[in-house]
Nanobody
Framework: QVQLEESGGGSVQAGGSLRLSCKPS????????YAWFRQGPGKEREFVAL????????FYADSVKGRFTISRDNPKNTVYLQMDRLNTEDTGVYYC???????????????WGQGTQVTVAS
């Protein structure tokens, strides 16, 4: 089981930026895929972005495309989610997850972090 430690959440005004970090407890496998999901108040958990760790190919939800960027730093063994032009709809708990399938389905991810709160004020 992989432990995932998220950080970087906080409160920001609409239009601002935040960068989330996700540090796994072990090095990724050759087929590891990391993803960010979020759950807003009264909403179901939804996919945000994913990245194939080796190769770097990424995929985004339509709602964040062009505003969020997922990346990874191999030497630091860390996955990032840069969030720009935030709006109130981005408010929620953000979770990092790891699996082996290149998919936006949360059911495919094996290990999850505890989540980090992001609050965007209008």
């Amino acid at each position: 089981q992989v432990q995932l430690e998220e950080s970087g959440g906080g409160s920001v005004q609409a239009g601002g930026s935040l960068r989330l970090s996700c540090k796994p407890s072990q090095r990724p496998y050759s087929n590891s895929v990391y993803a960010w999901f979020r759950q807003g108040p009264g909403k179901e958990r939804e996919f945000v972005a994913l990245i194939r760790y080796h190769g770097g190919s990424a995929f985004y939800a339509d709602s964040v495309k062009g505003r969020f960027t997922i990346s990874r730093d191999n030497p630091k063994n860390t996955v990032y989610l840069q969030m720009d032009r935030l709006n109130t709809e981005d408010t929620g708990v953000y979770y990092c997850a790891v699996g082996s399938q290149y998919t936006s389905s949360h059911a495919a991810y094996d290990d999850w972090g505890q989540g980090t709160q992001v609050t965007v004020a209008s």
